[in-house]
């Protein structure tokens, strides 16, 4: 088991590095949380992780704080131990999700907190306090707000203020957990930006913390995805986007996110795929014997992204190298100059991002037409990404 908070020296305020995470578990009771975590964090990078509730994010954010003690693992910064610092010497710059604001101090204090705490002692004039302050408030647009207490703020407004105080900080590292996630979309929209330009230009590495996998693709230079306490991918957002390792990446990236379609594959002179719950369809030969080595026991599950997805009406002829399946529009679901057609495909259902004027209606029978070189395969029994 790991030794913790060791006498090792206190991080100084020039002391910035990689943050590398080595193998890092954490169990609560019977909930193994976090399990053999691995990644880094470059400086400069805004690394992203992404995953459901529960997923262990705020666990690892704790972790990486000195907030709570791993089970296993370790982590340095910049070659040095960090692991073994106990929280107050670690300078970590962490957002808590629940905002942790202090409820006597405005806006502005809440904000300078840190640069004024006794640890920060000598680091800061009041000028350079203040200078930082107003930079970052302008930055996330609530300069106006600076003498409210957090009683008399929304909680979109407390959730800035609480990425003000770590933004205004100058750390080893940024931990942000769920930063953006209860303000509007226009607002998540711009600061996304923001921030990543910002980030992107400090020395200190910055973990983005969120549910929100779109989120997470828009604002990283590299991401990861957790799901159940462990790494599922790491890479860039085109490449985890691009080829998802499993089909748990492959549903939580993308927007809509990737359809995954449980077809049974019958080969022959005549092939076909059946979709779990529906009547086999004939399909090309050429796209049979592309699926067929991918195939378990004639089985796969087949990945399509909605905006690789026509519809046409049945009979319409295909073109070299489109295949199609029939199936019904279920609902349709405007979305500015596209719409989102969800799918009956068997006991199935597909989502498509289709042209505003298309003009489908609920329960009409359509043709789905895919190209085979933008059909994903996962194997049926562990859900990886195949070929």
């Not at 960090?82 to 202090?102: C, D, I, K, N, W």
């Not at 707000?145 to 979109?156: E, I």
């Not at 199935?348 to 043709?367: E, T």
Request: hydrophobic content about 45%.
């Amino acid at each position: 088991m790991l030794t913790l908070f060791r006498r090792e020296p206190a991080l100084q305020m020039a002391d910035t590095g990689m943050l590398a995470i080595d193998g890092l578990g954490k169990r609560f009771g019977k909930l193994q949380a976090l399990q053999d975590v691995s990644l880094s964090v470059r400086e400069g990078e805004v690394f992203a992780i992404t995953g459901p509730s529960g997923a262990g994010k705020t666990t690892l954010a704790r972790l990486i704080s000195g907030l709570e003690r791993p089970d296993a693992g370790g982590l340095t910064l910049g070659g040095r131990p960090f692991g073994t610092l106990p929280a107050q010497a670690r300078r970590v710059a962490h957002m808590f999700e629940s905002y942790a604001l202090y409820p006597t101090l405005t806006v502005a204090q809440n904000v300078a907190s840190p640069l004024a705490a006794p640890a920060s002692a000598g680091r800061w004039t009041a000028a350079q306090q203040r200078q930082r302050v107003d930079e970052v408030l302008a930055l996330t647009e609530i300069a106006h707000l600076r003498d409210r207490l957090p009683s008399q703020l929304s909680g979109g407004q407390k959730q800035r203020v609480a990425l003000c105080r770590a933004l205004a900080q100058d750390p080893s590292v940024f931990v942000l957990d769920e930063p953006i996630g209860h303000l509007d979309a226009k607002l998540r929209h711009l600061l996304r930006g923001e921030i990543r330009r910002r980030q992107s230009q400090l020395r200190p590495g910055t973990l983005w913390l969120t549910p929100d996998g779109i989120e997470a693709m828009a604002v990283s230079h590299r991401m990861a995805v957790l799901i159940g306490g462990r790494i599922q991918q790491i890479g860039t957002p085109d490449e985890v986007f691009a080829r998802p390792a499993n089909v748990q990446v492959a549903r939580l990236i993308g927007d809509p996110a990737m359809n995954v379609l449980s077809v049974a594959l019958a080969q022959g002179t005549s092939p076909s795929l059946a979709p779990d719950g529906g009547a086999p369809q004939a399909v090309s030969g050429a796209l049979a014997q592309r699926l067929a080595p991918m195939a378990r026991g004639g089985r796969l599950v087949l990945g399509l992204r909605p905006g690789d997805l026509a519809l046409r009406p049945p009979g319409t002829a295909l073109l070299e190298g489109e295949d199609s399946f029939a199936a019904q529009v279920y609902a349709v679901e405007p979305l500015g100059k596209h719409r989102i057609v969800t799918l009956s495909v068997g006991s199935q259902r597909l989502r498509a991002k289709v042209a505003a004027d298309a003009g489908w209606q609920a329960q009409q029978p359509v043709q789905v037409v895919v190209r085979g070189e933008r059909l994903l395969s996962f194997d049926a029994d562990s859900g990886v990404l195949q070929g």
